[in-house]
């Protein structure tokens, strides 16, 4: 799999990019993960994406990975040996979005399925209803195959167009695309439950309001407090709560971790992802150690599920909260989840993987490390 990188973060860039996988005959396509600080214009964004000689697929991330270095500024653009099948899920925070409908209205018109694929699927990391679109994939696709990606967006925490698509841009969707090669998947996050378990009593899609009836903010505040000293508001919560995310409890699997982004005045905590009324919950907390061992579990994840022991390319989705947390040891993190070998990708708002045969998920504060041959 061939990757060009532009650090210039430019529409220049990303055109010298592409023109250089083109020059090669057996590129077909491409998958684009580009970072938020390029601040590039829509407008620029789209006219560069219609014009250029290959598709292009992808999303714009808080930053990305190239050679397992972090840049918060420039774009990856990996080529692809064929076309993906593809189609995009719009509204996605609308409450009457008809998920399985809006999937098989392009699903259905896709060709046989190839024996060996890999769905990536690109979300707008701060639309409300992620995980009724995740769910409505599972219905619709199965889980024969693997998924991976995650979710396109701003540390700003505003909505903006950040998913890509041969047509252009588009905010509050997500892109579904269907890669023509086999994968083998490791994911975890290394958070520990630190919190008696609680039940979330009510919720609107990502938005907590209470946790054992009472307002979900003042509760939070008091576990966090409980446990670190520290005490959190509005104006110092993401700083603090980057330490302190929410477990959602599993029958039989690891919790799934929501990450808690902001308090806002009606006492509620808003998250990446939903958190459902009725789910059982507890407070996770994690240090360096924690988290470099998850991330080489992920690889051993990956590697014990490839049949090859050479790699042709590996592709990382990992949540931009870890960045955060981790801060100067990032680079120990990257080297655990790619053994040494380069490691390419998105550092993302929330991340969607399983592993062929189990839960299909929007995770948070997780890395996804994913094995891609073609």
Request: charged fraction near 20%; proline fraction near 5%; glycine fraction near 10%.
């Amino acid at each position: 799999m061939q990757v060009e990188f532009d650090p210039t973060g430019t529409v220049a860039g990303l055109a010298e990019a592409v023109g250089r996988l083109n020059a090669n005959p057996t590129v077909h396509a491409a998958l684009v993960f580009a970072a938020d600080g390029n601040n590039l214009p829509a407008e620029a964004m789209n006219a560069a994406i219609t014009a250029s000689p290959l598709p292009l697929l992808g999303g714009i991330f808080p930053a990305i990975a190239y050679r397992s270095e972090t840049y918060e500024q420039g774009t990856l653009v990996v080529g692809l040996d064929h076309l993906p099948d593809y189609g995009v899920v719009d509204t996605l925070s609308a409450a009457d979005t008809a998920f399985e409908t809006a999937i098989s209205a392009f699903a259905d018109n896709w060709p046989d399925e190839p024996r060996d694929a890999t769905y990536l699927v690109v979300v707008d990391g701060l639309a409300a209803r992620i995980s009724d679109l995740i769910e409505a994939l599972f219905f619709s696709l199965g889980l024969e195959h693997n998924f991976i990606g995650g979710g396109a967006g701003s540390l700003s925490f505003r909505q903006s167009p950040c998913i890509i698509t041969p047509e252009g841009l588009c905010e509050d969707s997500a892109l579904v695309a269907r890669l023509a090669a086999p994968s083998a998947i490791g994911v975890s996050h290394g958070w520990q439950p630190i919190s008696e378990t609680m039940t979330v009593t009510e919720s609107a899609g990502n938005r907590v309001q209470t946790i054992d009836w009472q307002p979900a903010a003042e509760l939070y505040a008091r576990e966090v407090f409980a446990h670190s000293g520290q005490r959190i508001d509005a104006d110092n919560f993401f700083s603090i709560a980057k330490s302190y995310p929410l477990g959602i409890a599993r029958y039989g699997a690891e919790v799934v971790v929501r990450d808690p982004l902001m308090m806002n005045d009606a006492g509620e905590i808003v998250c990446v992802g939903e958190v459902p009324a009725g789910c059982r919950i507890r407070l996770l907390n994690g240090d360096v150690d924690t988290l470099l061992t998850a991330a080489g579990n992920a690889r051993d994840g990956a590697t014990s599920n490839h049949p090859r022991e050479a790699v042709d390319t590996a592709l990382l989705f990992d949540c931009i909260s870890r960045v955060l947390f981790l801060d100067a040891e990032l680079g120990r993190e990257l080297h655990a989840v790619g053994g040494g070998a380069p490691v390419h990708g998105a550092f993302t708002l929330g991340e969607i993987a399983n592993s062929g045969h189990d839960y299909l998920d929007f995770l948070n504060k997780s890395i996804v490390y994913a094995i891609i041959d073609q």
